[in-house]
């Protein structure tokens, strides 16, 4: 997900710096938008070191304003306009909310509010005196009409001097409305989710292994979702072939000793536990130190290994703890089985002999069982399951009336 940063000239706009930080989070790239009044303010290289992406300063040029006006260049406000999901804009002076009203594209970023057709969210920030006048309250109720979302500014000291309307909103105002236009809701703010993800390997000579069809991605979508969510996220992931979420707290482990003492280690300052991993219920009694060689028939004895769900919730405080099942027979009854012997709060099962989802795909179709109710969710992308498992967090948090630490 990515949205535009527009940052226009006032005395706030040093304050954008930490909004870029915050959505980053929240697993959003973002890419700065400056006017020329901003630039007075706020160096474009701050922006560009904190988001990774170009800064964009010019309509004609390149990242600096240098560079010769080209075709590319010219139509970059169009190209972005389509790859955003959301305008965001702060500080948004009288100036830009004028021009955003009136329809006047005369530099990049008004170009880019008119091009767009992605959610726009615009946090004012001005002198009480110019936000209290009748021209700039007909534009906000413009721009309110047209579907803009204002985070309304605070009230206080100000820049000027002054004292009364116009200072911008707080940071976390402003986070919530984008993260609402973007259909993320940030109820798990404030909650730290532990997920394990992907699969374990269990060594049986240097260049054997076990382990299982995981690839990750489940879990890796439910940190994601849940960083979007507001929370803060502590991911313990198995070897993988896809990026982590880069603001999750990555702790990378192979085994399924590991795992569990990289939980067991993180588990106090957990609030949430969602437990992905498709750990090796198996390891080799014993490893070999060299590699087996080729020679007909060959045992090799297996030990059970810690069930770390189980551990997690024998362990468990206040946390609530939500549990996978890869089933292929008698799903339900299996789920509702572990569901109780782990003392779950919830369980989310799935039939892996179906073809097509699950293992080695970027969809699901999951059930989630708590005590007091089944939902079936359809096949579908293992974003959205990500995200109705974490309703079902959402739920259990409410029903618990546990507050977060």
Known sequence: MKIALGVSGGIAAYKAAEIVRLLQDRGIRVQVVMTAAAQEFVRPLTFAALSGEKVIIDMFGSAHGDAPANVESAIEHIAIAQA????????????????????????????????????????????????????TQANLEILRKRGVRIVQPGEGYLACGMTGAGRLAENEAIIAAVMEVLGASQGLAGETVLVTAGPTREKIDPVRYLTNRSSGRMGYAVAEAALRRGARVLLVSGPTAIAAPCAAELTQVETAEEMLAAVLKLLPEATVVIKTAAVADFRPK????????????????????????????????????????????????????????????????????????????????????????????????????????????????????????
């Open 84 to 135: 955003i999901d959301a305008l965001v804009v702060v500080p948004a002076t009288a100036d830009v909310l004028a021009r955003f009203a009136q329809g006047i594209a005369n530099d990049f970023l008004s170009t880019l509010y008119l091009a767009t057709t992605a959610p726009v969210v615009v946090a004012p920030a001005m002198n009480v005196n110019m936000w209290n006048h009748a021209a």
């Open 286 to 405: 014993a490893a070999v130190a060299q590699k087996i060689k080729r020679k007909g028939e060959t045992t090799l004895e297996l030990e059970p290994t810690t069930d770390i769900l189980a551990e997690v919730a024998r362990r468990k405080t206040t946390q609530i703890v939500v549990g996978f099942a890869a089933e292929t027979e008698n799903v339900l009854e299996n789920a509702r089985k572990k569901l109780a012997s782990k003392s779950l709060d919830a369980i989310v099962v799935n039939d892996v002999s179906r073809e097509g989802v699950g293992f080695d795909s970027d969809r699901n179709a999951v059930t989630i069982i708590s005590s007091s109710e089944v939902i079936e969710v359809p096949e579908t992308s293992k974003w959205e399951v990500a995200h109705r498992v974490l309703d079902q967090v959402v739920k259990l948090r409410k029903r618990s009336a546990v507050p977060v630490r």
